[in-house]
């Protein structure tokens, strides 16, 4: 019977449901109370998920992890960062968000320190091991802050078979709510002689007061009713059927169990699981569900096999329309049921033991379990949104922007007369108005001549700038050469995430396990923080079959990043410093090289190799996916960040040689003459853009550019076509843009996937992209 005071109006846990429709990422879970918050997990795409769901992180005070490794502690980083931003912005900076986790969380700190903030994790907290291989844990940890928590207690002990690495260690959350004093028993109230009301309020709050009628003292004790005991959750991620096994004969639970004498007081009312299917299928883990006879059980990872409903549908709305303005650049995000192949793949299905009392439930996005007030106690659907289907976004456009219809038919007509050239699609100004003609003076360069549907394509995964946003994510750009792999420049959160949306489950998993290379622009977060992520899912989706770890190409830091990392997780990859791929690099490695063979030996993570073998293995790596080179330059943004240019290899066309393309990447910089000189005759510029026209100053003082100075320097290196992104998130949709300039442009928008072919007809897009946001620019 603790603090009447405390007793919260509103308790509820509730699932977060990201990656519910991707399935690349553990859901959340979060307890609320009136004023105190927790977070249970932080995987990739966290924060995008609360800005669509309108979940204040700000007012989070404590994140809870059950494991530490990418798929749990994915959104870690960036979340921690922007947390940082908003608290300097306020008064109470000193009020960091609190981290809990196993002792490995110790590692993910260490790596994170090259690029977060030191100040802004200093809230780590650590749940000690304890227990050991013949004594299972009896312990339980209680976490406290300096204080006890407010609302609840909470507890957690620690899973970590003997047969498995210390960072394979889970946690076991027992969340209690605090028990709420009974009421006044008005027969012993008159009993003890007591008739003035407000000695009864007295006796309520615990004050002890004199009978009215008799000569004696009444304590609370005499007259007040049994305590209704607080609500118990449990948080459960048992990531192997050992940790089951560990879970099972664990001593830390008993008292929480039905046959257990405290059981009164230690109802566990919610457990939400956190396993995954195969381990929650499990007979061991069966035969543990079964100790709670009251317990609603809810399964954090047992997606519904048919789950067609995006969990971010303000995005996804966006994409749907794009798509049916113009399918060929904005491919079906109707996700994932379109991808037939993804039936057979989907997560397994959660079988709930029915044979039993065990009462289990699949989690749904936004389900609640209401924990106060007491009448309320049980499941809570009422957040649970209908399923949207991409028919409702389209009846919705068309009723919003009639004109759309006729325009999609106009754009269309750009890809049914493939023979017409360059010349005669620009003269078509007759079908519509507003069609922007290009100079001729760009005319198709060499490399497209002929060129076939499976040669190239840019897939913009992520395309604005410092923290994911309802409508775009940050920064990554997937360079597909179809049957020859890809490489994915830049990595930021949420990179996996948007690969499924746009290629589906199983399509996404090919794609990572194809990856030739991942590039790395510069430091900053919204540029790798999804990298450990893509590179943990193509060690697990290779484990098994004979391959090389990857390169990833970046800068120092990034390097610094990924040897903590790898303490934490095997990565299997190898890093090479941008610096080492250079121009000048790449031409001494050529000239000096001509007789040996490159790379023959195999590579493996644990020997470390000299810069110049690695461009050796990376120009190998390349060759096979017919490129030439990579060539890192450096930009002006912050230190050590880097543009990239990727050059094909020449192919035959009718018996000519035919030049390869080039494609230039920017990075994050201001305009610069080392993004022109590298840009001279590129086929594709693809420039930053963060900022609109009018706020130069502003570009000048956080060293990005504007849409004009980005289009000049297209300009100045004469690139055939410019692809403008990563714009400032105040920028919700699309940002204004200058009509003149955009003659040989394009802006991209997430999932826009531009292929090689379609470069002419690019530019000619963009008008009716206008007519698409002229409601919402
Ligand atoms: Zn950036
Ligand atoms: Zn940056």
């Not at 530490?68 to 306020?90: D, F, Q, R, Y």
């Not at 300096?146 to 076991?172: C, E, G, M, W």
Request: aromatic fraction near 6%.
């Amino acid at each position: 019977m603790e603090r009447n005071k405390d007793q919260n109006t509103q308790a509820y846990v509730q699932i977060l449901g990201t990656g519910m429709d991707t399935q690349e990422t553990s859901p959340s879970v979060l307890l609320c109370f009136d004023h105190e918050r927790f977070i249970f997990n932080a995987g990739e795409g966290l924060q995008r998920f609360c800005t669509e769901y309108k979940i204040k992180l700000s007012q989070v005070d404590h994140i809870c992890l059950t494991r530490v490794c990418s798929e749990t502690t994915g959104g870690l980083p960036g979340l921690l960062l922007t947390l940082a931003g908003i608290k300097n912005g306020s008064s109470e900076s000193d009020d960091h968000v609190r981290i809990w986790g196993p002792p490995n969380l110790d590692l993910l700190v260490n790596a994170m320190k090259t690029y977060v903030p030191h100040a802004v994790m200093t809230k780590k907290n650590i749940i000690p091991q304890s227990g050991s291989a013949l004594a299972p844990p009896l312990y339980v940890e209680e976490l406290r802050d300096v204080d006890k928590f407010k609302a609840v207690n909470i507890s957690a002990f620690l899973l970590s078979p003997t047969q498995f690495s210390p960072n394979d260690t889970s946690i076991v959350y027992i969340c209690k709510l605090h028990d709420i004093r009974g009421k006044v028993d008005i027969v012993k109230a008159k009993a003890c002689g007591l008739e003035d009301k407000r000695k009864l309020g007295q006796l309520q709050k615990g004050i002890s007061v004199k009978s009215d009628l008799l000569d004696i003292e009444v304590h609370p004790d005499d007259v007040i009713g049994p305590p209704i005991p607080g609500p118990i959750v449990l948080i459960v991620d048992c990531p192997t059927e050992p940790h089951a096994q560990e879970l099972l004969s664990a001593q830390a639970l008993d008292a929480y169990y039905s046959d257990s004498q405290s059981n009164f007081t230690n109802v566990v009312n919610c457990i939400i699981h956190l396993s995954p299917a195969t381990v929650v299928n499990s007979p061991v883990y069966e035969k543990w569900m079964r100790k709670f006879d009251s317990a609603q059980h809810i399964m954090g990872r047992a997606t519904r096999k048919h789950e067609t409903t995006p969990i971010l549908a303000s995005s996804a709305r966006i994409a749907t329309r794009l798509h049916y303005l113009c399918p060929q650049f904005f491919p079906d995000p109707s996700f994932p049921s379109v991808q037939n192949d993804d039936d057979d793949v989907a997560a397994p299905n959660i079988k709930v033991p029915v044979e039993s009392s065990v009462c289990g439930i699949s989690a749904e996005n936004l389900l609640k379990f209401a924990l106060r007030p007491p009448r309320k106690l049980g499941l809570d659907r009422s957040c649970v949104q209908n399923t949207m289907t991409s028919s409702v976004f389209i009846e919705e456009l068309l009723s919003e922007i009639p004109e759309i219809a006729v325009a999609a038919k106009n754009i269309r007509k750009f890809w049914h007369k493939p023979e017409e050239d360059e010349v005669e699609l620009s003269d078509r100004q007759d079908s519509n108005d507003v069609v922007i003609e290009e100079p001729s003076k760009f005319s198709v360069p060499k490399c497209l001549e002929n060129v076939q549907r499976d040669d190239l394509e840019i897939v913009f995964l992520g395309t604005g700038s410092s923290i994911p946003s309802k409508y775009r994510n940050v920064s990554s750009i997937y360079v597909n050469l179809f049957s020859k792999g890809g490489l994915l420049l830049d990595c930021g959160e949420g990179t996996l995430a948007q690969l499924k949306r746009r290629y589906g489950i199983s399509g996404a998993d090919t794609v990572v396990r194809n990856l030739r290379c991942i590039w790395i622009s510069h430091i900053h977060a919204d540029h790798h923080a999804g990298l450990a992520r893509i590179l943990a899912l193509r060690r697990d989706l290779l484990k098994g079959v004979e391959h090389e770890p990857i390169l990833v190409v970046g800068p120092e830091k990034v390097g610094e990043f990924l040897k903590e990392y790898i303490k934490l997780e095997d990565l299997d990859m190898l890093f090479l410093d941008c610096w080492s791929t250079t121009r000048s690099k790449w031409d001494n490695t050529e000239a000096e090289d001509n007789s040996s063979q490159p790379c023959s030996k195999k590579l493996k993570p644990s020997t470390p190799l000299d810069d110049i073998t690695l461009l050796k293995c990376l120009r190998k790596v390349l060759g096979e996916a017919g490129l030439m080179r990579l060539i890192s330059f450096p930009v002006v943004h912050c230190d050590d960040a880097f543009g990239v240019v990727l050059e094909s290899a020449d192919r035959m066309n009718y018996g000519e040689v035919v030049p390869g393309w080039k494609v230039v990447y920017s990075g994050d910089t201001r305009p610069c003459s080392e993004v022109i000189d590298a840009s001279l005759g590129a086929t594709i510029l693809i420039h930053e853009a963060t900022f609109e026209d009018g706020l130069v100053e502003e570009a000048i003082a956080r060293n990005h550019s504007t849409i004009k100075e980005a289009l000049e320097v297209g300009d100045s290196a004469g690139a055939y076509r410019v692809i403008l992104t990563h714009f400032s998130q105040r920028y919700p949709k699309v940002p204004a843009l200058v009509e003149v300039s955009m003659r040989r442009t394009s802006i991209a928008f997430d999932l826009m996937s531009v292929n090689l072919a379609d470069l002419p007809v690019l530019p000619k897009v963009l008008p009716y992209l206008k007519l698409l946001f002229r409601n919402n620019g």
